[in-house]
């Protein structure tokens, strides 16, 4: 069990027999009445956002999820390939159940896998990664009217917004929640 008390970003509560994960929370405490919690929560097996509010103090059951380390092996077709490193069992994901996490897969990289009653239910990437930018337009000097930013397509395929200095062959960290450039690495 889980109390509103314990809620943080992140953690993950069953609503409905269904796993679901806190995207934020805020606690209120009005003038007149009781505190409550207003909570958005994000579907791990289907993606749906959810708004609740919960009184505070009220609990909620916690799901049963593993989480598994696994490295990635490879894509192919539609389909990407984890490893277990231990006992080296294999694991194929369809690319719509890692949605845009798969932007940022690198091969051999270690990722989380949630297992929810014995089935794998998506995989969690590092937070930060380093990346190769393998396109980019050249920066012009003073073209800082959009922002002083440029898109930049990495090895993974992804394409992000970076600063006008860097060039084709610089390595970037990336922060994989908000797809921003973070720094050099």
Excluded: W
């Amino acid at each position: 069990m889980i109390s509103t008390t314990e809620f943080r970003n992140g953690a993950k509560v069953e609503i409905s027999g269904e796993p679901f994960v806190i995207i934020e929370f805020q606690h209120v405490k009005p003038g007149k009445g009781g505190a409550f919690v207003r909570t958005r929560l994000k579907s791990l097996k289907s993606g749906n956002v959810l708004e609740r509010t919960y009184r505070s103090g009220e609990t909620l059951e916690e799901p049963d999820i593993d989480e598994k380390e696994m490295q990635f092996l490879y894509a192919q077709g539609r389909e990407y390939h984890f490893m277990d490193t231990s006992t080296y069992e294999q694991l194929a994901f369809d690319q719509d159940q890692l949605g845009e996490s798969r932007d940022f897969l690198k091969e051999n990289m270690l990722v989380k896998i949630l297992i929810y009653n014995g089935k794998p239910l998506t995989v969690e990437v590092p937070t930060f990664v380093a990346l190769k930018i393998v396109r980019t337009d050249p920066g012009v000097r003073g073209d800082t009217a959009s922002g002083g930013t440029k898109p930049a397509v990495l090895e993974t395929g992804a394409t992000i917004k970076v600063p006008l200095y860097l060039e084709e062959g610089n390595v970037i960290k990336v922060d994989t929640r908000t797809r921003a450039y973070v720094e050099r690495a």
